[in-house]
């Protein structure tokens, strides 16, 4: 079992930057397959971005394509995704979740909110 924290959500402008975190607890975080996803108000929650066990596999949804990037060090249990180029469709609550295979995710975060004024 993993329990999963989101941290790094904000307020921000059009056009700017967050990193968001997800740091898992347990000594297994390497044997989980890791994605994003995002909610937004009156939304249902919808798919950002994965990761393969090792990192080098990532696949992310086309809206976020070219501005947003999933990264994870395993030696940190801890998960990024690196958000430029903020729109204000980006606003919603972000969860990690993990999982033993991609689109199986089994745990999940409470969620970080990331805002974008226009």
């Known amino acids: 079992q993993v329990q999963l924290l989101e941290s790094g959500g904000g307020l921000v402008q059009t056009g700017g930057s967050l990193t968001l975190s997800c740091a898992a607890s347990g000594r297994t975080f390497s044997s989980y397959y890791m994605g994003w996803f995002r909610q937004a108000p009156g939304k249902e929650r919808e798919f950002v971005a994965q990761?393969?066990?090792?990192?080098?596999?990532?696949y992310s949804t086309d809206s976020v394509k070219g501005r947003f990037t999933i990264s994870r060090d395993n030696a940190k249990n801890t998960m990024y995704l690196q958000m430029n180029s903020l729109k204000p469709e980006d606003t919603a609550l972000y969860y990690c979740a993990a999982g033993q295979a991609r689109g199986l995710y089994d745990y999940w975060g409470q969620g970080t909110q990331v805002t974008v004024s226009s």
């Open positions: 990761i393969s066990w090792g990192g080098a596999s990532t």
